[in-house]
């Protein structure tokens, strides 16, 4: 050994085991962080094609005139909220007549919840709905025609 004292090796010796466990270590974490990420992408892509097939599945029922457009609307909205894109497009933008009737019935109660008020306030409620679906059914049906193009 030359000039440099026994401590100062042991020292240096330390100093480079500390940083080859650090270096260890820094790459386990970062191994795992990119499986968690890994799982979590297919998780989200999992879960969007369940929502896309739930959205053109509606879409089409609607255009084909098995779904309430009020329904569908409702169910619609929720469902394209609920979509995780990078750069997720201005749903409420794109598809206007969608939201806006979403926007007028969403305060309304639906299925259970129905139960709890009387037959002459629902009755209202089902006239106000039909009402809107009346008043926008074209827009509602360009949006649906446009979303089921988007998800083509």
Not at 19 to 47: H, M, P, T, W, Y
Not at 110 to 131: L, N, V
Not at 135 to 150: F, G, H, P
Request: with cysteine; hydrophobic share 40%.
């Amino acid at each position: 050994m030359s000039d440099i004292p026994l401590w100062a090796w042991l020292i240096l010796i330390a100093a480079v085991l500390i940083v080859a466990v650090l270096a260890f270590v820094a790459g386990r974490l970062l191994s795992r962080l990119q499986a968690q990420n890994k799982r979590r992408d297919q998780a989200i892509e999992k879960r969007n094609e369940r929502l896309y097939e739930s959205i053109v599945t509606i879409a089409k029922s609607m255009d084909q005139g098995q779904c309430p457009l009020s329904e569908g609307a409702l169910r619609l909205v929720v469902l394209l909220d609920l979509r995780v894109d990078p750069g997720k497009p201005d749903y409420a933008e794109r598809y206007e007549g969608l939201h806006t009737m979403y926007e007028r019935i969403k305060h309304m109660p639906t299925h259970e919840a129905r139960k709890k008020y009387p037959k002459a306030e629902i009755r209202k409620y089902d006239d106000e709905r039909e009402g809107y679906e009346k008043e926008l059914e074209d827009a509602i049906l360009a949006d649906v025609r446009q979303l089921l193009k988007d998800f083509s």
